[in-house]
């Protein structure tokens, strides 16, 4: 304001009208103004006119109208609610169950007996091992490899961790393919087709397998273990064995979030998010990534502090490459965890937009003023939105992976700081 | 002798900052030493609505102005011995009163700071034998300047004759004279400008409903950030010693 006059922007300046178009009315003046009843008393208390018989009219009319105002939004909230659930199909079993992988794609049973085979098959792998050494060295070498094995090693986990999180992949890798073309159809783009040959191509995995394969055999028959000449064989083919299936993860995992990102560009034309099509490939990425770090931190801190020989020319300082799977595979699954939620979102967030122009052109025709029915569309908006940061929120399950991390980490630091401390994993 | 006027605080119009004018009526005045014992005092009461400038294409501004106003001298231990008297304001009122000054004058607001300083910020002076022609003027709707007076001090009341149904906000200069005698050797006294209302108008010079509505718009400029003053606006003034 300056000693001439005082510019106001456009938003004040329709409000000046419409307090001057309004009724003679306090409810009239106090709505067209927008009065806020705890703005409006701390602008009387700032010009000291609380008892102003005009102010006080201003001040009910205002109360009152914020107090029909929330009536009048919790009946409409209601009804919104209802349509909200309505549009989405929901009934209430659900809503209370997860429409994830385990519903509509596979059982969690079957999930858990595919890990415990897994397990069954490294013990199996123990004891035909034990039995070949036994055959072909004798009992006691049998029963040292059976104890490194099982015991200072603890290969029998880490084998099991790995073979039921390959196998948990390798059953339901159609999910991720099967979910995004059910949802998206003609609509994706060519970039999605060409990595999902990739996902499904054979020779990759077995490129990127063998690839693994041959960084094991170096690593550990550099380091040696403790073991007979028959019986280190078989415990080398069981790591590069464990090494082989944790690239098959990790490159399965990859393809994956390669195909959610081809997606990004595509066109959403309806509403997805009613019947969370694209929940599976969320729940697919979180079990596996899960899994597969798991064994990683589970394998590093074992096979870090496992009584190796390393009598080999450069003797310890070999061990280093014991933390390869953490420091290349970890931060990759880590990634691929949480990247398919980025890409939910956005194609969650441009079906909530579809359902609104739908809505848009349903309300046309319905017998109520252009205020409601923005009222209404602004509501179930919100709602959505909200539920869709509800549903894709990061909860405390979704940092296991970088917790195990840092725990492997942490026991990692303990023992490279205080040898003597033995802390059993 | 040069004479010499303390004004407290400074809110004459002629010191008041183009940042401190968010009043919609402004004081200013000329002194006069008639003798030892009476002062003259030339009132000039601005009436100055503000404009709410809106609109980009065709602008069409609001203003938020005063329909009337009350004026108050008070001579503290004195007396009002002449003052202008009450008269209709027709419309496009001109009123022209001459006054020849009796001594040269000084006008100075009262700062506090160190008598070292001599500082004379401010001050205006009034030569003597110098002859001033005050002419109030004032155009729209006709008005009706009442006064009253109680001995010590003089009170005028400027607003809309009775029943008129049409308000029309106060826009001109008031020029007013006041003459007082003090017995007391300190001369002093003091001068309130009270808007009797803080309405808003449209381009039309039209009052856009009643208080209520004013008090809305009036919130609505607050949240804003801009702030009306409706208050009164007092000066003191003193004579030097």
Known sequence: MNDREIDVDEDTSALLSAIAEAADDPLMIAEAARVDPAEFREFLSDYGEVLDEDAVQILEAAESFQAESFQLRSKKRRRVIRHYHEVKGDDGLMRLTYPGIFVRHMAPFRLLLLLNLGLALSVAYGLLGAALVWYLGGKTEAQVFFAAYAGSFKTIISLGIILGTSLIVFYTQDVIPNTIEGALGEQLAGDYFHHKRSFFSLRRSLTFSVEAVVVAFMIFSYCRFPLSKIAEPVMLVAVCFEYALLAYVTRKLLYTSMMLHSLLGATVTRNLFRKRELDAINAYANFASTLAVIFVCFHVVTYYSGPFLYNRPFGQSVKTFLLLPALVAAPLLIVCSLYPRVVLKKLYGRSIDIEIKRLKKLMKTEDSSAAEKRFYLIEFDKMSRDELRAHLQLTLSDFLSPIAILIMLIILLLRGLFPSLAVPV | ?241
């Open chain 2, 1 to 241: 002798m040069e004479k010499k006027l303390f004004i407290d605080p400074p809110s004459l119009l002629r010191w008041l900052p183009k940042e401190g004018r968010d009043n919609v009526l402004f004081l200013d005045l000329e002194a006069d030493f008639l003798d030892d014992r009476t002062i003259r005092l030339d009132l000039n009461i601005v009436f100055r609505p503000i404009p709410i400038r809106r609109g980009k294409l065709q602008t069409k501004d609001y203003y938020v102005g005063s329909t009337g106003a009350r004026i108050t001298f008070d001579a503290f231990l004195g007396r009002v011995t002449n003052y202008t008297c009450g008269a209709p304001l027709k419309v496009d009122y001109e009123h022209t009163n001459t006054h020849s000054r009796k001594a040269s004058v000084k006008i100075a607001p009262t700062i506090e700071v160190s008598d070292k300083l001599g500082t004379n910020i401010g001050e205006v002076t009034f030569d003597k034998n110098v002859e001033r022609v005050f002419t109030s003027r004032f155009s729209g709707a006709e008005k009706i300047l009442s006064d009253v007076n109680l001995g010590h001090a003089v009170e005028w009341e400027i607003k809309l004759p009775d029943g008129q149904a049409i308000r029309d906000y106060l826009f001109g200069n008031l020029y007013l004279f006041v003459e007082s005698s003090w017995d007391a050797v300190a001369k002093k006294g003091r001068i309130e400008v009270r808007p009797s209302d803080l309405l808003f108008f449209d381009s039309d010079r039209r009052a856009i409903g009643d208080r209520r509505k004013a008090l809305a718009m009036r919130f609505a400029l607050w949240r804003q950030g801009i702030r009306l003053n409706p208050e009164s606006l007092i000066i003191n003034f003193r004579e030097a010693e």
